[in-house]
């Protein structure tokens, strides 16, 4: 069971030599085809959007879904068309915001962010599963005595798709195009036809009329309401984050992939906000608003509602039937997301247990939390808006931030002025949302909360892994080592690096180790740029300095470096390394844990020691460290 979870277990981004986010998929395909798997969570949303939007504005609803086509088009588009520009590889707007704040702070912001992330793709499973058990049940071909099973048929959806993953998913492209095509054309006869019967309906547009100038005393009262329910139809801006997910998939190089994946971006976007329109429209005006409410024939399927109602029984089930595939497939990009995204970041900050990188045992936890969250929200596709909406808002309020401070920083102040107010705006839709809907803050809370405790846990319990990529010597210390009898290590943390600093650390090797100058010494001198990273390259430089010899490197941690470097020394001599340090200061052990996982410092000699044991089990093969 074990060998067939972690089959196909990935490469640790920290143990490769080349950056993760260069490398390129085996097979990529056209724009428009990678649209098509992008489109599976985008257009799938007019499943139930339309009947969301009906319950959050009433008679309001087409207005107000307006609104939401303006922020998608003029805000929500141009930001994501910037996003990728800056980041073609995939990584979307958290590698973005990883860039603009280094260290720990940026880092944090990511795992923060991926909470969000989690709850937008988790819920995308839920609720389309949900929707889709929607449409099954209330199929006229359907046995009534399933109309109560909503939870169960949502569960075995569900467990479908999990299975599908365990099996080995591929051919993922063909089936969005395919899906995609009919759903689309479908959804082109269906609000045809609609459309249709509104205009030779004319008493029911001036119903629709009356029942706005009833409720609202002018128009810019109703504008007003319609900014005000417009973060509830937020799910209609889902898609986007996807859309740059894929980038990766889209032929060509990087300029090309840019281009196809603006074009990509715009062309959904536009088809999106059309069917919006016009569905919006036409279900508002033809549908009594009871039946969108829960019970109601137009609960989460207002479309096939109308498929059913002005197309025949037939064409309502291959609609429904075209629904419920998109549906379920849409939970499936979502999955194949959840699955592209821990790879990306946990396990290149070191902040994954090992098993995280393979797809199987993450299909498992992912399935589970559906199924609790599913359990949680029974199945309701309402009630599960908000969670929805809260996660996909989150992520487009990221990256309307991450554009605006990169164009900011790069002194280009229009682009930063226009951003900086479509931040504003989504900021304002967030917000909204969380206070109207707060459960959605809820799931994505207890999404950051386990992401940083298991991330915090694995970090530790990886450590004293020896971390480090790759190791290169530039001549002089290449020079150094080759004249060296012996491999005598001094480790010295530099200071001012004047002479009197390198007698000192020579007497004090003589003192202590009973270390003569004339034995050929090497000085090991290790600085920490940034301790935050988990692995990197190790790069050692030699130097004279002050009549010693200095071999100098940056690292992200000082204990896990020389244990590599001995290491490394010991394979390309055949000689045994020796280091020596001195004990450092007393304090709280605990405290020097800390700073080691933290600042990448801490108590070093037995830091070092533990690395060595563990990278190298043959004690008579292992480079030996001196504390004195």
Request: proline share 5%; aromatic share 10%.
């Amino acid at each position: 069971m074990r060998q067939w979870l972690l089959k196909g277990l990935k490469r640790p981004e920290g143990l490769s030599s080349a950056p993760h986010e260069e490398e390129t998929p085996e097979h990529q395909h056209s724009w428009w085809q990678v649209m098509c798997l992008t489109g599976v969570d985008y257009f799938s949303t007019l499943g139930y959007q339309p009947g969301i939007a009906a319950l959050a504005a009433g008679a309001l609803s087409p207005i107000a879904t307006l609104v939401l086509v303006g922020l998608t088009l003029f805000g929500a588009l141009p930001t994501y068309r910037a996003v990728a520009e800056q980041s073609p590889h995939g990584l979307g707007s958290l590698s973005m915001l990883e860039r603009l704040l280094p260290g720990w702070r940026g880092k944090l912001l990511v795992l923060f962010l991926l909470g969000f992330v989690a709850t937008a793709f988790i819920v995308t499973i839920t609720l389309s599963a949900a929707d889709a058990t929607a449409h099954i049940l209330h199929n006229p071909f359907v046995p009534e005595f399933l109309a109560s099973w909503q939870v169960p048929v949502t569960l075995v959806l569900i467990a479908a798709l999990g299975g599908v993953f365990l099996a080995g998913f591929s051919e993922a492209i063909s089936v969005a195009v395919v899906l995609v095509a009919v759903y689309l054309l479908l959804n082109v006869v269906v609000v045809g036809s609609a459309v249709q019967h509104v205009l030779t309906a004319p008493e029911k547009v001036t119903g629709w009329q009356n029942a706005l100038s009833t409720d609202y005393a002018s128009p810019l009262a109703m504008v007003a309401v319609a900014l005000y329910v417009m973060p509830k139809l937020a799910l209609g801006l889902s898609g986007f984050e996807t859309g740059v997910a894929v980038m990766p998939l889209v032929k060509g190089d990087v300029a090309e992939r840019v281009k196809g994946a603006r074009k990509l971006l715009t062309t959904a976007a536009l088809i999106m906000s059309v069917f919006l329109i016009t569905s919006s429209f036409a279900t508002t005006v033809l549908i009594p608003p009871a039946e969108f409410a829960e019970g109601g024939a137009a609960n989460g399927r207002a479309l096939a509602y109308l498929a059913h109602q002005y197309l025949g029984d037939w064409f309502g089930t291959a609609y429904d039937l075209s629904t419920i595939a998109i549906l379920w497939f849409a939970g499936a990009s979502a999955l194949a997301g959840l699955l592209n995204i821990v790879p990306r970041y946990l396990p290149r900050y070191g902040m994954a247990p090992d098993w995280t990188r393979a797809s199987r045992p993450m299909v498992l936890v992912f399935t589970a939390v559906a199924f609790v969250i599913t359990v949680v929200f029974g199945a309701e596709v309402e009630t599960q808006g908000g969670a929805y909406a809260t996660g996909v808002l989150a992520l487009i309020l990221s990256a309307a931030v991450a554009v605006t401070l990169s164009a900011w920083t790069a002194g280009r102040t229009r682009p930063a002025l226009f951003f900086g107010f479509v931040t504003l705006v989504f900021a304002y839709a967030t917000v909204a949302n969380i206070i109207e809907r707060p459960d959605g803050l809820v799931i994505a809370l207890l999404f950051v909360l386990a992401i940083v405790v298991v991330s915090l846990i694995s970090r530790a319990t990886r450590s004293t892994e020896l971390r480090v990529t790759r190791i290169s010597l530039d001549d002089e210390a290449r020079r150094f080592i080759n004249e060296a009898a012996e491999l005598y290590l001094i480790a010295n943390e530099p200071h001012g690096r004047e002479a009197k600093e390198y007698v000192d650390k020579a007497r004090e090797a003589w003192e202590l180790h009973r270390l003569r100058t004339g034995e050929g010494l090497l000085f090991l001198e290790v600085t920490v740029p940034d301790a935050s990273e988990f692995a990197g390259e190790l790069r050692v430089t030699g130097e004279e300095r002050h009549g010693f010899r200095v071999l100098r490197m940056h690292s992200t941690t000082i204990a896990n470096s020389i244990a590599a470097l001995l290491l490394h020394l010991r394979d390309q001599t055949g000689k045994t390394p020796h280091v020596y340090f001195h004990w450092a200061a007393e304090g709280n052990p605990i405290g020097a844990l800390l700073r080691y996982l933290v600042f990448g410092g801490g108590d070093i000699p037995p830091l070092t020691r533990e690395v060595l044991r563990q990278a190298e089990p043959d004690p008579d093969r292992r480079p030996v460290v001196h504390v004195g």
